[in-house]
């Protein structure tokens, strides 16, 4: 058992260690930030101050009005905040977009005197306006970049004076700012840090776009000699004439000086000043990758013609070049490389977008150990903190802008999306991790004009010369990294329409096999896009399925939401991306599970398609990635939700109060053999770097050890103790059950966010229970293998129980011994209006309309001659898609068996689930 608690240290350390250097080196800038706002004296350059603290909050601030016409009272926040936290996730449709806005007091200091005063705005979703001591001082438009305003000129520069800082916000929707639609929810606020910029009167610059002034980068050429381009701007803000030293010096990691170059300029009084140097170090320097990513410091300082130092910026600089072939895919400083990882959507559970440093490169940390190499960072430009985890960890990138789905043909909309890509290029274009910009993303998948099909071509027309004006912008910003676009599946719309041509990359958002279609259909949709676009690199930007991890299946179906469908997803997909050579790579959706209000389905508001869950843990699909993908012996026994399992048991007399549940062990080893509570179950080889085992257990907990060899000897360890639950099958033999939790008319095993286990529904046989009679709830007007409904049910969290339903059910019966039982019979009417819009990305159903009528249906419910609810009418009672309960205490005497009978009156019967419970058993 040594090797248990060899590799799993060695896991959890290489993890930690990972994490832990990360985080050193953002405590050490901010550390470095505090000790120079503290220690620099007014002569030695920048001072960063966090401003993050101490604001007040409140909405609607014109009217100072609530929704209700109350006075709006003032929320103490601190940065980063978002406002739309508790909305995103109720029972109501839609969530707050409108106005709000921050209001915080600066002092001044005397020692600022001779300072310029940036106000640096991480992030406000997603038009802001600064004021200062009542004078509006800026605006931006944009939610994702950041922005720098000079206020040094609206302060009151008195010792202790008092500065009002205002700063109003909107995430309304805006027809000339993107995005104007998007499988995300716009999370409105200020969600990342605030800082005061101190500058001295002559400084690097880019109050523009809201970068450090310098743009940094490495050429690598044929002979593997570099050169390192460094280009930036100076503001002059004194009144006269000033002589400046620029210095560059190039480290490496450990601080020795490789290269200094020193030049002098003249900067005329009251502009700004641009120049431009180059670096080619004298040696031999090491290149950046995924597997050894290597990085130098670029420390760019200016001195005046005294030798004071004025400003200082450092960058980091990793050597590496790279290039995509049509036909081979993708390669890093001359060698192939398949780029594999997932995209990432930057809110987090209970935070929204508000989410600190430390958790988001915890993100990177993860796709790492997952053994990816690659992340699409989508659909919009993140946090600064992810490039540079990026940077560190080995993964190269790619970043976009937020034109998703549709344009608006106006030309606000055109001006601002040049200036959401020139922030981006100039705020992210220092990072080495990133290797594509991207400004375009399903442009087509909600195209304007369906009714006018010359007005749509119009249309067409305008998107594509969009994208003609971007790819310009973007090489002129950048011909160092490519250019893509992410298009859906309609390959032949984006091909006719001349947009697969502007890019350098296409990127392809495919999902055969979910939204339509099968698994298998993949590999063929790749091999029609390649000789469509013989010539054109391609690269597989989303691919996924939902993962509902508290929803397990023994025969997976499209759409049904459990992981299981989602494992033969994922390897079916892998295998194709990893078998064609003209593939460059492909980048799951999503690495974790994220917010979506209008989405409803299995988990209202969430898009499950995750990796991870929402809060960030493992799903199995996360295991069966690093199966695939990490190179050291890997061996993982799956999950499921809070540990809980559930054994199905059958009608032999010799296994009452057994079961048998479905095992799933990842690993890129030859073979595992299994322990079960320390006797073997004998070994098996793994398919498609996974083993699904059936494994005989009882009720309560088991130990279970995997131990995974390669090439003879043993390589890697895991064990996992399970909480197991045996389904019943004989209620009068098997005396250890106590409750029976039924999810009625569904085939699926649920885990409630009690940890009870829900077993599947089942016909009555003799000696058992089941229903009589009754045809299982199936949506109507749609082509899709489906389960029940996929309506936000009101008033629970655990939708999936009500989403599924039994409906003209005549009884149900369980065979019991005499005693008292307690019975809870679950209600939910389904069938009725609903405003609920079809799934956009769901083409399937793209054009079919939801003409559901509501159903009046009254029905008694009846066990023996007793009369338990006599006119039951769910919809008149709690509306529809809401839960009603019943519970019933009933006594079971000599017939031995529970029958509970659905008599209709009108309409037919339902039921949507069933909980039975012992209270007091006369055992024979």
């Known amino acids: 058992m040594n090797i248990s608690y060899v590799h799993r240290k060695s896991d959890y350390l290489r993890m930690n260690l990972i994490y832990k250097q990360l985080y050193s080196l953002l405590c050490l800038g901010l550390v470095l930030c505090s000790w120079v706002g503290r ?108 922005f720098r305003v000079d206020i040094t000129d609206k302060l009151y520069r008195k010792e202790n004076a008092k500065n009002k800082i205002v700063i109003r916000v909107n995430n309304r929707f805006n027809k000339d700012i993107a995005p104007l639609s998007g499988d995300f929810t716009f999370f409105g606020g200020i969600y990342r840090p605030i800082s005061l910029l101190l500058l001295d009167q002559v400084h690097f610059t880019d109050t523009q776009y809201g970068s450090n002034g310098l743009r940094v980068n490495a050429q690598i050429d044929s002979k593997r000699n570099a050169v390192i381009h460094l280009r930036g701007d100076i503001q002059n803000c004194s009144a006269y004439s000033r002589e400046v030293y620029i210095e560059s010096e190039l480290l490496d990691a450990t601080g020795i000086l490789i290269k200094k170059m020193r030049q002098k300029e003249v900067l005329k009084p009251g502009i700004a000043h641009n120049f431009h140097s180059d670096l080619i170090p004298s040696r031999y320097l090491r290149f950046w990758s995924p597997e050894s990513p290597y990085l130098y410091r670029l420390i760019t300082s200016i001195y005046g013609s005294d ?191 001349g947009l697969t041509k502007v890019p350098m990359l296409v990127g392809w958002n495919l999902y055969p096999g979910w939204y339509g279609g099968t698994i298998a259909d993949f590999g063929k949709q790749l091999d029609y896009i390649h000789q469509q676009l013989p010539d054109k690199p391609l690269l597989v930007t989303e691919y996924g399925a939902d993962a509902d991890y508290r929803i397990q299946a023994d025969t997976p179906v499209r759409f049904d939401k459990s992981v299981n469908y989602a494992l033969m997803y994922h390897q079916g997909y892998l295998n194709d991306i990893l078998l064609k050579n003209y593939v460059a790579g492909g980048v799951a959706w999503n690495l974790s599970d994220f917010n979506s209000e209008t989405r409803e389905e299995s988990m209202p508001h969430i898009n499950t398609k995750g990796l991870l ?142 940890g009870n286990q829900w077993f599947p529904d089942q016909p009555y046989t003799p000696n058992s229970w089941g229903y009589i009679r009754g045809e299982k709830y199936r949506l109507k007007n749609t082509g899709r293998q489906n389960l029940g409904s996929d309506v936000n049910i009101r008033g629970t969290w655990d939708d999936p129980l009500f989403q599924t339903q039994l409906q003209g059910l005549e009884a149900y019966r369980f065979d019991l011994l005499p005693g008292d039982y307690e019975i809870e019979l679950f209600f939910t009417e389904l069938e009725a209006p609903n405003s609920k819009e079809n799934l956009l990305y769901d083409l399937e159903q793209q054009g079919q309309q939801r003409e559901q009528q509501a159903t009046q249906r009254v029905f008694d419910i009846e066990i023996g001659s007793r009369n338990l609810a006599a006119g039951l009418n769910v919809l008149s009672e709690v509306g529809p898609f809401s839960v009603l309960r019943r519970q019933y205490q009933v006594k079971v005497k000599d017939e031995n068996h529970l029958t509970v009978s659905f008599n209709p009156r009108r309409g037919k019967t339902m039921l949507s689930a069933i909980r039975l419970k012992k209270i007091n058993v006369i055992k024979p």
């Not at 043909?409 to 020139?422: C, P, R, Y």
Request: charged share 25%.
């Open 39 to 146: 220690a620099q004296t007014v002569q030695e350059g920048r001072v960063l101050i966090d401003f993050s603290s101490g604001w007040q909050f409140r909405k609607d601030f014109t009217s100072g009005k609530d929704s209700n016409g109350r006075e709006q009272k003032w929320e103490k926040v601190n940065l980063p905040h978002s406002w739309n936290i508790a909305d995103v996730m109720d029972d109501k449709s839609g969530y707050y977009r409108g106005g709000a806005h921050y209001q915080n007091d600066l002092d001044w200091k005397a020692e600022w005197q001779n300072k310029r005063i940036l106000l640096h705005v991480g992030a406000a979703n997603q038009e802001a306006a600064i004021f200062v001591n009542g004078q509006k001082v800026a605006d931006h438009k944009g939610g994702y970049t950041a």
């Open 307 to 497: 030798g004071r130092l004025l400003d200082r910026v450092e960058n980091t600089v990793g050597l590496r070049y790279f290039s995509f072939d049509s036909k081979k895919g993708f390669f890093l400083n001359g060698q192939p490389l398949k780029l594999i990882g997932a995209s990432r959507h930057q809110d987090f559970e209970g935070i929204g977008n508000a989410v600190p440093d430390t958790l988001q490169i915890k993100d990177l940390v993860k796709l790492k150990a997952m053994g990816g190499n690659f992340l699409r960072v989508a659909h919009y430009p993140q946090d600064p903190a992810i490039l540079s985890a990026c940077d560190s960890l080995g993964l190269l990138a790619s970043v976009e802008i937020p034109l998703v789905n549709e344009i608006t043909e106006s030309t606000a909309f055109t001006e601002h999306s040049f200036q959401m890509l020139k922030e981006m290029i100039r705020q992210y274009g220092n990072h080495p991790s990133v290797i594509i910009w991207g400004y375009m993303n399903e442009i087509f998948l909600r195209p304007h004009y369906q009714k006018d099909k010359q007005r749509q071509e119009k249309y067409f027309t305008s998107v594509v010369a969009l994208a003609k004006a971007l790819e310009r912008l973007t090489r002129t910003e950048d011909s160092t990294r490519y250019t893509m676009i992410a298009n859906h599946g309609n390959v032949d719309l984006y091909h006719r329409t």
């Open 613 to 754: 869950t929402w809060g960030r843990k493992a799903k199995n699909t996360y295991f069966l990635y690093q199966a695939y993908l990490r190179k050291q012996p890997f061996v993982k026994i799956g999950t499921t939700y809070a540990n809980k399992w559930g054994a199905r048991s059958n009608s032999n007399p010799e296994t009452v109060g057994s079961g048998w549940l479905r095992l799933p062990i990842f690993t890129n080893s030859d073979s595992v053999k299994l322990l079960l509570d320390g006797r073997s179950m004998g070994t098996k080889i793994p398919k498609d770097k996974m083993i699904v085992w059936a494994l005989p257990v009882t009720r309560g907990r088991h130990l279970v050890q995997a131990l995974a060899s390669h090439r003879g000897k043993l390589s890697s360890f895991d064990s996992l103790t399970l909480d197991c639950e045996v389904m019943p099958y004989d209620l009068r033999k098997d005396e250890g059950w106590e409750e029976l939790h039924i999810n009625v008319g569904d085939n699926r095993q649920y885990t409630d966010s009690l």
